[in-house]
């Protein structure tokens, strides 16, 4: 089967706006762009990206057809900042697959925030093949309106101690389109 690991700058691109290092993030900001169109674009790009890209991970025979995902409207409640504590003994770990098997990944840190006034910190894997940065997450909604299996958000280095958590750009793995990929 192929293997869906997580993702190289290009997939993650296609799956949910994360970027290298997020480049495109701090350069379309900078640009005067909104954060609802930045959504908007890269929104279209990842459906059409599924539809038209040969790598896609939806099977030809659904391409042609493929409306788009549905998504959440952006709200930028989401958008949250706070400050990443590395470990100083990061461990490897093994993070489930939807086939049994297990992905290394690194424990890296421990991303502290506020949502709605109140403190609350996440775990955050670092990559093993490319160095990102993700928080893996369920919530209500899984299995209802995503991903049973839960969804992955990108945390973005801002500078300054600072780490961005936009659960606007939370993606789901391969395997959500497509049982073959893990």
């Not at 939807?98 to 990559?127: C, D, H, I, P």
Request: proline share 7%; glycine share 10%; aromatic share 12%.
């Amino acid at each position: 089967s192929v293997v869906c690991r997580f993702l190289p700058w290009l997939c993650a691109l296609v799956l949910g706006l994360a970027t290298p290092r997020g480049i495109a993030a701090k350069s379309a900001a900078s640009s005067g762009d909104s954060l609802a169109g930045q959504y908007l674009r890269a929104r279209a790009l990842k459906d059409s990206l599924l539809r038209h890209d040969p790598s896609s991970p939806l099977p030809a025979q659904q391409r042609a057809s493929f409306a788009g995902l549905s998504y959440f409207a952006p709200d930028p409640q989401y958008r949250l900042i706070g400050e990443l504590s590395l470990y100083g003994r990061r461990q490897q770990i093994s993070v489930p697959t939807n086939a049994g098997t297990g992905l290394s990944m690194e424990k890296f840190g421990r991303l502290q925030a506020q949502f709605q006034g109140k403190a609350f910190w996440l775990e955050v894997y670092r990559s093993l093949e490319n160095g990102e940065l993700e928080v893996f997450f369920k919530d209500p909604t899984n299995g209802l309106q995503t991903y049973g299996g839960g969804r992955y958000v990108p945390v973005t280095e801002l500078g300054d101690g600072q780490y961005l958590l936009d659960f606007n750009m939370s993606y789901n793995p391969y395997c959500a389109y497509n049982p073959t990929y893990v």
